[in-house]
């Protein structure tokens, strides 16, 4: 199985979306009691749309704040055993031409709705944590096989509100495909290496290679034990994400096929702390 995952905090102690930010013209929130993880995802389409499908409220609160897993702290257990489907849109007078609105407006946006609709309350702290820092392996500075510069650097476009170009020999030229055991990225930064690679590794990864603009990568390794989540988030279950122990780990295929390494380290993480949270008001 494979997931699309787009996703990278802010500083004061505030209720998680202030009142008097940007928010969505509409957001409608249903359950998901599906159990069917195939359309798992996060979308972003034209017209100041976003979509949320069968995700736990945990990945939509680390999507609206940009944060790994473990940067998120408390909670009720429901967090991570109840399901939602959420579909909103930003005013017209934040989408022109019918493009795309800027991600940081839509999780500005998701931290409004956050607020209003599940009366999420929750405060930045700083915890001694810890960490991997992801660093370039070899003292010469040569990378791994896998792992190429990009022509076009996403996240500067996605920054400037700009569409990537159009995908060359079937390859889309910003993109990315997460699944158990195998990640590919075009076009993508270190920083958005690191924080796909914190899912499967259950520890922050902090981007220390001093690696600049986008990169395409391909990384797969084998999973000796299921981890507690899967690549968005979701409580993992043995059906979604069966074991492989025939290649290498993923910190021997990190070295082996990007020529990177992840350090293990402890240091000062900012973490979000929710204090308040209930079940969304009805649609």
């Known amino acids: 199985m494979r997931h699309c995952l787009a996703v990278a905090l802010l500083v004061a102690a505030v209720q998680a979306g202030p009142r008097g930010q940007a928010a969505f013209e509409v957001a409608s929130i249903k359950p998901n009691t599906s159990g069917d993880a195939s359309r798992r995802g996060i979308g972003t389409p034209p017209g100041g749309r976003l979509m ?28 991570d055993t109840d399901f939602f489907d959420i579909e909103a849109k930003a005013p017209a007078d934040r989408v022109a031409n019918n493009a795309r609105v800027p991600m940081d407006t839509l999780r500005a946006m998701t931290q409004s709705m956050l607020a209003d609709r599940f009366k999420l309350i929750a405060r930045h702290d700083t915890r001694q944590l810890p960490v991997y820092a992801l660093i370039v392996a070899r ?74 603009g986008g990169f395409n990568l391909t990384l797969e390794w084998s999973l000796d034990q ?58």
């Open 52 to 79: 949320l499908t069968d995700l736990p409220l945990r990945t939509i609160i680390r999507f609206a704040y940009g944060i790994q897993n473990a940067q998120l702290v408390g909670g009720p257990a429901w967090i």
């Open 226 to 283: 299921r981890p507690q989540f899967d690549a968005l988030g979701a409580p993992a279950r043995p059906v979604d994400i069966p074991t492989d122990r025939t290649g290498p780990s993923i910190f021997s295929a990190i070295e082996e096929q990007l020529g990177l390494k992840l350090q293990p380290e402890t240091g000062p993480v900012d973490v979000l702390v929710i204090d308040h949270v209930e079940h969304p008001t009805p649609d």
């Open 139 to 212: 003292n010469d500075g040569r990378l791994g096989p896998q792992l190429q510069p990009a022509a076009v650097d996403c996240e500067r476009l996605e920054r400037n509100n700009q569409e990537p170009p159009p995908p060359k020999d079937g390859q889309p030229s910003c993109g990315g495909l997460l699944g158990a055991g195998r990640l590919a990225l075009n076009g993508w930064s270190m920083s958005r290496l690191a924080i796909n690679l914190a899912t499967w590794v259950d520890r922050i990864v902090v981007d220390r290679t001093g690696l600049t």
